[in-house]
């Protein structure tokens, strides 16, 4: 394996020169010096006794940040190497675990700076009534081992069968620990709560230690099986990986989603069926957008289940800001996820033509798919919000507000790639892209447009005329973006 990755330095590929160096060393400074600050903003806010209500919901978000960060491994690879290597590298007799052993090393680096930032919320939401150094070093080594032995599992699961029921039992496990945590907040279980906050110091090192243990272990293990991971698995993860770097490079977030939807579709065979005898023109095109929900049962139910998000946010600390930022995105990745039919028009103007519907009255067809889920999503997490903030109620504004999300998500399925030739302005924090910048602004700007009755509520409370507003206001938002398409 030496010779090889000598072989490839002394062609030019590889080698790195004091430029690069001294790049790498720069970026690395400015994100320290950009991630201390924050950092010791975090550490200064844990408080020091325990809140039943901030503790469980802080067990709630961690168990989901690592469930999220295990089902994005799993999906991703997590073993994966550049084309070129893919291409030679792993079918190439040389050791499968030298020619592995680079991405294991960054896989493990990933995990470990993931796992400081799951033990830093954990000793937040848990509080530290003494000896805040210890405990917070006994939290980032908890959270490490816990990230490290996940993503070891994920290794581990690429390669076998067996290990990925394990890993999915784990990620299981690891929601119901959530719902567990997040029931026990309400009032059933605040004595347990409190007892696990108020823990001493000895039994916070045991379990530091103990997960320790059982992430080397598992560590170890995965080292073992990468020499006999099969390379169809490691050349799957490599395209996958690929794709997705591209997408990165070119700032265009939205290849992402096109290759996800893509790979899930093309090894699946599906029934044929008529379009419904009742539906015509427009709306039986919009059917489709029905009909590929329906069948995906798990995301619906993963979207149900993200409605408590902003209650846990304001919870574990947040307060109503950071419970207002969790519904705007909540809303959006909800109302977007009906939207794959008007991405498709947007991508291939022949294609919409060639269905035979007016753009108007397609485009309004397609807006009823995403209103419903922005505004059914948008009134479960408000009524979820409202059992935990006072001041409420909130959930009214849902359905209100679901016209102005379908407008904005449409928005955002039919936007033009990232234009790069745009220019760079200068703010007082630094030079700012335009073109990415207006790329991320195109759906949100039309979407705030049209609840700003409804953030007036947050900020003043909920009256009539406000509902009566952000009905109004909502509506027109979505009438006229509907009008706006041309033959």
Same mark, same amino acid.
């Given at each position: 394996?030496?010779?090889?990755?000598?072989?490839?330095?002394?062609?030019?590929?590889?080698?790195?020169?004091?430029?690069?160096?001294?790049?790498?060393?720069?970026?690395?400074?400015?994100?320290?010096?950009?991630?201390?600050?924050?950092? !010791?903003?975090?550490?200064?806010?844990?408080?020091?006794?325990?809140?039943?209500?901030?503790?469980?919901?802080?067990?709630?978000?961690?168990?989901?940040?690592?469930?999220?960060?295990?089902?994005?491994?799993?999906?991703?690879?997590?073993?994966?190497?550049?084309?070129?290597?893919?291409?030679?590298?792993?079918?190439?007799? &040389?050791?499968?675990?030298?020619?592995?052993?680079? $991405?294991?090393?960054?896989?493990?680096?990933?995990?470990?700076?993931?796992?400081?930032?799951?033990?830093?919320?954990?000793?937040?939401?848990?509080?530290?009534?003494?000896?805040?150094?210890? *405990?917070? &070093?006994?939290?980032?080594?908890?959270?490490?081992? /816990?990230?490290?032995?996940?993503?070891?599992?994920?290794?581990?699961?690429?390669?076998?069968?067996?290990?990925?029921?394990?890993?999915?039992?784990?990620?299981?496990?690891?929601?119901?620990?959530?719902?567990?945590?997040?029931?026990?907040?309400?009032?059933?279980?605040?004595?347990?709560?409190?007892? @696990?906050?108020?823990?001493?110091?000895?039994?916070?090192?045991?379990?530091?230690?103990?997960?320790?243990?059982?992430?080397?272990?598992?560590?170890?293990?995965? /080292?073992?099986?990468?020499?006999?991971?099969?390379?169809?698995?490691?050349?799957?993860? $490599?395209?996958?990986?690929?794709?997705?770097?591209?997408?990165?490079?070119?700032?265009?977030?939205?290849?992402?989603?096109? @290759?996800?939807?893509?790979?899930?579709? *093309?090894?699946?065979?599906?029934?044929?069926?008529?379009?419904?005898?009742?539906?015509?023109?427009?709306?039986?095109?919009?059917?489709?957008?029905?009909?590929?929900?329906?069948?995906?049962?798990?995301? +619906?139910? &993963?979207?149900?289940?993200?409605?408590?998000?902003?209650?846990?946010?304001?919870?574990?600390?947040?307060?109503?800001?950071?419970?207002?930022?969790?519904?705007?995105?909540?809303?959006?990745?909800?109302?977007?996820?009906?939207?794959?039919?008007?991405?498709?028009?947007?991508?291939?103007?022949?294609?919409?033509?060639?269905?035979?519907?007016?753009?108007?009255?397609?485009?309004?067809?397609?807006?009823?798919?995403?209103?419903?889920?922005?505004?059914?999503?948008?009134?479960?997490?408000?009524?979820?919000?409202?059992?935990?903030?006072?001041?409420?109620?909130?959930?009214?504004?849902?359905?209100?507000?679901?016209?102005?999300?379908?407008?904005?998500?449409?928005?955002?399925?039919?936007?033009?790639?990232?234009?790069?030739?745009?220019?760079?302005?200068?703010?007082?924090?630094?030079?700012?892209?335009?073109?990415? +910048?207006?790329?991320? +602004?195109?759906?949100?700007?039309?979407?705030?447009?049209?609840?700003?009755?409804?953030?007036?509520?947050?900020? !003043?409370?909920?009256?009539?005329?406000?509902?009566?507003?952000?009905?109004?206001?909502?509506?027109?938002?979505?009438?006229?973006?509907?009008?706006?398409?041309?033959?």
């Amino acid at each position: 394996m030496a010779q090889a990755r000598a072989f490839v330095r002394a062609r030019g590929r590889g080698h790195r020169t004091w430029s690069d160096r001294y790049m790498a060393l720069m970026t690395a400074g400015l994100l320290v010096v950009l991630a201390a600050p924050m950092v !010791g903003r975090a550490v200064a806010a844990v408080p020091d006794g325990v809140d039943p209500a901030r503790a469980g919901a802080g067990l709630a978000l961690t168990a989901l940040l690592l469930a999220g960060a295990l089902v994005f491994a799993r999906v991703l690879g997590p073993v994966a190497v550049p084309p070129a290597d893919a291409a030679w590298l792993v079918l190439s007799p &040389l050791p499968r675990r030298g020619v592995l052993a680079r $991405s294991l090393l960054v896989l493990a680096a990933v995990s470990v700076g993931i796992g400081a930032v799951v033990g830093l919320a954990l000793l937040s939401a848990l509080g530290a009534p003494d000896a805040l150094t210890l *405990r917070l &070093l006994a939290a980032v080594v908890l959270g490490a081992s /816990w990230a490290l032995g996940g993503m070891a599992t994920a290794v581990l699961a690429q390669g076998s069968a067996s290990w990925d029921g394990r890993l999915v039992a784990v990620i299981a496990a690891l929601v119901v620990v959530a719902a567990v945590a997040a029931a026990m907040a309400a009032g059933p279980g605040q004595g347990v709560l409190v007892g @696990i906050g108020s823990a001493s110091l000895a039994a916070w090192t045991a379990a530091a230690s103990a997960s320790a243990a059982v992430a080397a272990g598992l560590a170890g293990r995965a /080292w073992t099986a990468v020499a006999r991971i099969p390379a169809r698995a490691v050349l799957d993860a $490599s395209t996958r990986a690929g794709l997705a770097t591209g997408a990165v490079a070119l700032m265009d977030p939205s290849a992402l989603t096109w @290759i996800a939807e893509d790979a899930h579709w *093309r090894t699946r065979v599906l029934r044929s069926r008529a379009w419904p005898a009742r539906l015509r023109g427009a709306a039986a095109v919009a059917w489709l957008d029905w009909r590929r929900l329906a069948r995906r049962p798990g995301r +619906l139910a &993963l979207m149900a289940a993200a409605a408590v998000l902003p209650a846990l946010a304001a919870q574990a600390g947040g307060g109503v800001a950071g419970a207002l930022v969790v519904l705007a995105t909540g809303a959006a990745a909800v109302a977007a996820a009906g939207t794959a039919g008007a991405r498709r028009d947007a991508g291939d103007a022949a294609l919409a033509r060639l269905l035979g519907a007016g753009p108007r009255a397609l485009l309004a067809a397609r807006a009823v798919l995403p209103a419903l889920l922005g505004g059914a999503w948008l009134t479960l997490a408000l009524a979820a919000l409202d059992a935990a903030v006072p001041g409420g109620p909130f959930w009214p504004l849902g359905l209100l507000c679901a016209p102005a999300l379908a407008a904005g998500a449409l928005r955002m399925a039919r936007r033009r790639p990232v234009e790069h030739t745009l220019p760079v302005m200068d703010t007082p924090l630094g030079p700012v892209p335009l073109g990415p +910048l207006v790329w991320a +602004l195109t759906g949100a700007d039309i979407a705030l447009l049209g609840c700003a009755p409804a953030l007036l509520a947050f900020a !003043g409370g909920v009256t009539a005329p406000l509902l009566a507003a952000q009905a109004a206001v909502g509506m027109a938002v979505l009438a006229a973006y509907c009008a706006a398409p041309r033959r």
